[in-house]
């Protein structure tokens, strides 16, 4: 495919997005913002057809689709005549387009363009509607019940930018675990692992690579865990679950974390775009690794913490942390709230951070809130061209209608949390209680008013 790329100051892109967005039967509105080797173009320098073009301290490149690819088809089909146009130089015939008199539209054909990522530049575009519905499904999540003080910590618009960076991921990576019962078999709570199940049949039915990423000593438990899901139907398929470090006896260093996330330790191939931890306890500050009283359970912990390190530096590879305390992984982005306004804050709080931090009152709320937000961006019409770069057709979301988290299938995944003996992070209860919360009382209003939000009932 050729494009056609222009500089564009970036106070302006919502406006040229708008615009362009009225006009499908030309250009149309644009189909990459940012990075051009995103998109497989190593350099603006590099050799191209038609003028330069001079960039100005702030814009930022937009490409649109160029009629120019049509060219060679034209070529190739040996025509008589066939009229066309050069690059730079546009063929204007005599016939009018039609061309709405007014941009002016209703918050479902109004494009919103969000930055996702300073390094590499990239953007991503949806709806007014598809936008204002995430920010709702996000303000629900932030239900404290548990009166921790995880306000506090919420970063406004921040599942916006998540989900719309997920989107655009072919493989992602999710990792959990909060080994809190120290004296039960197993040690892991039910938060967690239920919000990574929510998210991998969301990704699953995206399309999408999805693998988890675990402790050696809890590989076996998870991969029972997941195969239980498979068989239940909440997972259309099986989900490889991977151990790091790995279990050949190999020391776990940055070489190691090197290998894991790329191809031959090449930082330009990436395994993974994208890596998620929901309730992962984090690394504090003296490098143990605490529960909300400060109990040190760093015995019961690996160092899944170096691949959130090693990926923060990889510019192809984005990270999201959820959590509900502070002393996740990936709350080190909000980790000087955390010593403000989380008791023990200064002593749990993780220090390692997350290109993307996302809080809710319980975490598996906050897995729950993002299969939700991919669900609602794909059947955006203006995120789904863009996320296709106009090529291809619409998905059909009646086959994703079924990854929308609900209160039918998140009983089944308890069922199977219970199987598996993982109980209650508060009181170790084995039973539907989660964080100390009824499951059919306070769980099930969160999930109504996710769906609601969704129009699913």
Known sequence: ??????????????????????????????????????????????????????????????????????MPA?????????????????????????????????????????????????YSAASELAA??????????????????????????????????MSHASSVAVTTGFPCHTELTPPEENDGPPGAVAMAAMLQALGKQVTMVMDASRLQLMRDIVEDCVQAGILKESVAVLPYPPTDGTAPDREVALQFLTHDGDLSRPRYDHLVAIERVGRAA?????????????????PIDQLFDLA?????????????????????????????????????????PADYTITAGVSNWGGWAIAAALYVLRACPIHDRYHRRA????RDLAK??????????????MSIMIKHGLRDGMTAELGLVVDGLQFASEHAQIMKTLRSILGLD
């Open 1 to 70: 495919m050729f494009l056609t790329m222009r500089p564009v100051p970036k106070d302006k892109l919502d406006v040229v997005y708008r615009i362009t967005h009225h006009m499908p039967d030309v250009h149309g509105a644009p189909i990459h913002i940012g990075d051009p080797a995103t998109i497989g173009i190593p350099s603006l320098t590099a050799e191209h057809l038609g003028g330069d073009v001079q960039f100005q301290p702030g814009d930022v490149p937009v490409f649109w689709c160029c009629g120019v690819t049509t």
């Open 74 to 122: 034209v070529k190739s089909a040996k025509s008589s005549l066939a009229f066309t146009h050069s690059p730079g130089c546009m063929y204007v015939a005599d016939v009018m387009a039609t061309v709405p008199t007014t941009t002016t539209s209703s918050p479902a054909e109004t494009p919103k363009v969000v930055q996702i990522s300073q390094e590499p530049l990239l």
């Open 132 to 165: 204002d519905q995430i920010q709702r499904l996000e303000k629900a999540v932030q239900a404290d019940p548990g009166k921790r003080g995880i306000g506090h910590l919420h970063i406004p618009g921040e599942l916006l930018r998540c989900v719309l960076a």
């Open 286 to 302: 003296d490098g143990t690794y605490r529960t909300m009283k400060a109990k040190d359970i760093s015995s019961l912990v690996g």
């Open 312 to 352: 923060n530096e990889i510019p192809g590879i984005k990270t999201t942390g959820i959590g509900d305390g502070g002393n996740e992984l990936g709350m080190g982005t909000v980790q000087d709230k955390v010593h403000q306004f989380i008791t023990n804050g200064p002593d749990i709080a993780c220090t390692v």
């Open 391 to 394: 090529v291809g057709f619409p």
């Open 400 to 413: 994703l209608r079924g990854a929308v988290p609900s209160m039918e299938t998140e009983e089944k995944v």
